[in-house]
């Protein structure tokens, strides 16, 4: 039996070529994927080699231990999963073309299979055993990893807005303003404190202005977050002042039991500016 593995994975990577060129005769015209008939010439060569090497890989399942073949696997998954994250193309097209190359690659298999006189029906069984285990797997194993790939570029973007949405912005030399806008969560709150930290630092600033006179809701967390922040920047020898604080988010940071006797409050930012001017 395992000689008749090592021809058929000579059988397949002989005709490598043929397979990858029958999948990509396979494809129709659909503007927009990435797997339409008419993509880039720079595309089409992209996913020439890509599916070579996903070739070799699936193949040497006929002559490799199962931990080498799934370490191999996992590299090529692990590789195309992030590179289509990247590329936005959705998981139900790729999985769409797996199914399709998993028919051609079976079309070569019964060649195969045909032409081996010595190959027995015992033969033909664990082939299909250990094919469509591997096909599933590949599957599976991609799916998980086009998942984690989306949540780390989510995860990236969310982190970009949260900061530019969070800046500190000069006015003159030593005065900065962190206007707030939107929702504030937990998350949010965090990243606040490590931009109004990190550049009051940067632009040497004496006095920040917090305005939140565009947060409609802050719970009971946040706001006790927020006069963390006042008390951080108090630290590094930043005063901060507060404007435009609504009769809700007051009535939380009371409920906290914060004291606002060291802490300058105005109505809004215009009055706080014209009060330091």
């Known amino acids: 039996m395992g000689q008749k593995n090592e021809e058929l994975y000579n059988y397949i990577l002989s005709n490598k070529k043929k397979l990858t060129e029958e ?39 006929f002559i490799k231990s199962e931990d080498e073949f799934l ?50 029906s015992d033969d033909a069984l664990n082939w299909a055993e250990v094919l469509n285990d591997s096909f599933d797997y590949i599957i599976e194993r991609f799916a998980i990893r086009h998942y984690e790939a989306d949540q780390r570029m989510l995860q990236s973007q969310r982190q970009m807005i949260y900061e530019l949405s969070s800046p500190v912005i000069p006015i003159k030399k030593g005065v900065g303003i962190l206007p707030l806008v939107g929702d504030i969560d937990t998350h949010r709150a965090k990243i606040i404190l490590e931009t109004a930290l990190e550049q009051s630092v940067k632009q040497q600033l004496d006095t920040l202005y917090i305005d939140l006179s565009a947060v409609a809701i802050i719970d009971t967390m946040v706001a006790q977050q927020i006069f963390q922040v006042m008390e951080s920047l108090k630290i ?42």
């Open 71 to 120: 370490v191999e696997l996992e590299e090529w998954v692990e590789t195309i999963a992030t590179a289509r994250a990247r590329q936005s193309v959705p998981l139900h097209e790729v999985i769409a073309q797996i199914r399709v190359f998993r028919g051609i690659y079976w079309g070569y298999v019964r060649k195969f299979f045909n032409e081996d006189f010595d190959a027995n």
């Open 23 to 61: 999948w990509l005769g396979s494809r129709k015209k659909a503007d927009g994927s990435m797997y339409s008939s008419n993509v880039s010439s720079q595309v089409e060569e992209q996913l020439k080699k890509q599916n070579d090497a996903f070739i070799e890989a699936v193949t040497s399942v």
């Open 236 to 277: 590094i020898g930043v005063q901060s002042v507060l404007s435009g604080i609504r009769p809700e988010i007051a009535q939380t940071a009371i409920t906290l039991g914060i004291n606002f006797k060291d802490i300058k409050v105005h109505a809004n930012l215009m009055r706080a500016l014209e009060t330091q001017e």
